[in-house]
T-cell receptor
Framework: GQQLNQSPQSMFIQEGEDVSMNCTSSSIFNTWLWYKQDPGEGPVLLIALYKAGELTSNGRLTAQFGITRKDSFLNISASIPSDVGIYFCAGQYTGNQFYFGTGTSLTVIP | DAGVIQSPRHEVTEMGQEVTLRCKPISGHDYLFWYRQTMMRGLELLIYFNNNVPIDDSGMPEDRFSAKMPNASFSTLKIQPSEPRDSAVYFC??????????FGPGTRLTVT
């Protein structure tokens, strides 16, 4: 199946710091989604991207659809303790199926 | 809207027993997806439906797994007989058009 490489695997940062993570694929994608999952809960949709080069914000979160259409980036500014969780990227290139990355585990140290 | 509803939230069963997981998608959504999440394999798509019709079940592990969607507001995922390696968190997600999927809270299945 489609491989999505998400990095970094985990991050430990101080509260207030900015966070950057990315996702790359071997195929060109038409849609990128970013999700956050809290322990014991389902993934929650954060941002959806539909065009190459698109930059979309949701509060302190900003995501970009890479120009090559093979990558996407998520930035979190001024992190707070409730940002803790696992962040997943998901990409769609054909049909209706989305492929998920392996996740980035974020820990915010107060 | 209440979001995607899944039941039960937790299920513990013995090997060999039948397990049925239930999902109510968001009203108006025409796509429904079943996923399995494990530490080793991450999120895996098992099957998805469009307008209650199964479209792709290539992710279903084996014949012990089956899924149905008798109407637009209900779907089941059944495992019979269950095995310890089926232990995982099973998520249902729905969407309007095959784009932004919204996930339910999941069912944590433990097979002993």
């Amino acid at each position: 199946g489609q491989q999505l490489n998400q990095s970094p695997q985990s991050m430990f940062i101080q509260e207030g710091e900015d966070v950057s993570m990315n996702c790359t694929s071997s195929s060109i994608f038409n849609t990128w989604l970013w999700y956050k999952q809290d322990p014991g809960e389902g993934p929650v949709l954060l941002i959806a991207l539909y065009k190459a080069g698109e930059l979309t914000s949701n509060g302190r979160l900003t995501a970009q659809f890479g120009i090559t259409r093979k990558d996407s980036f998520l930035n979190i500014s001024a992190s707070i303790p409730s940002d803790v969780g696992i962040y997943f990227c998901a990409g769609q290139y054909t049909g209706n199926q989305f492929y998920f990355g392996t996740g980035t585990s974020l820990t915010v140290i107060p | 809207d209440a979001g995607v509803i899944q039941s039960p939230r937790h299920e513990v069963t013995e090997m060999g027993q039948e397990v049925t997981l239930r999902c109510k998608p968001i009203s108006g959504h025409d796509y429904l997806f079943w996923y399995r999440q494990t530490m080793m394999r991450g999120l895996e798509l098992l099957i998805y439906f469009n307008n209650n019709v199964p479209i792709d079940d290539s992710g279903m592990p084996e014949d012990r797994f089956s899924a149905k969607m008798p109407n637009a507001s209900f779907s089941t995922l059944k495992i019979q007989p269950s095995e310890p390696r089926d232990s995982a968190v099973y998520f249902c997600a729905s969407s309007f058009s095959p784009r932004e999927q919204y996930f339910g809270p999941g069912t944590r299945l433990t097979v002993t």
